[in-house]
């Protein structure tokens, strides 16, 4: 069993900037591949980034390229998603999630993780 913790969200303009983390406690955090997905208002839930177990590799969502950086650490037990230069268009509920099957490839659905937090909202204004 994992369980999956988010902290960070807000309210923020745009251009600004929020660290999201999300703290995982339960079975071994270094050992499972993590990701960061996001749902906006009415829309579906959607990929945003993800990092193998031991960070050496990251994906992103092709809208936050350049932008946001997805990070972590396994002494801690805690996974980051550092959001800059934020647009009204990445408001949304973020979750993180945890692929407890994979190692080293990140996957961009949802079907793909097995574990999920309980969401923060971010909120970006003109």
């Known amino acids: 069993q994992v369980q999956l913790q988010e902290s960070g969200g807000g309210f923020v303009q745009a251009g600004n900037s929020l660290r999201l983390s999300c703290e995982a406690s339960g079975r071994i955090f270094s050992s499972y591949l993590m990701g960061w997905f996001r749902q906006p208002p009415g829309k579906e839930r959607e990929f945003v980034a993800g990092i193998t177990w031991n960070g050496g590799a990251t994906s992103y969502t092709p809208s936050v390229k350049g932008r946001f950086t997805v990070s972590r650490d396994n002494r801690k037990n805690t996974l980051y998603l550092q959001m800059n230069s934020l647009k009204p268009e990445d408001t949304a509920v973020y979750f993180c999630?945890?692929?407890?099957?994979?190692?080293?490839?990140?996957?961009?659905?949802?079907?793909?993780?097995?574990?999920w937090g309980q969401g923060t909202q971010v909120t970006v204004s003109l």
């Open positions: 999630a945890a692929d407890v099957n994979s190692g080293a490839v990140v996957g961009t659905s949802q079907w793909d993780y097995d574990y």
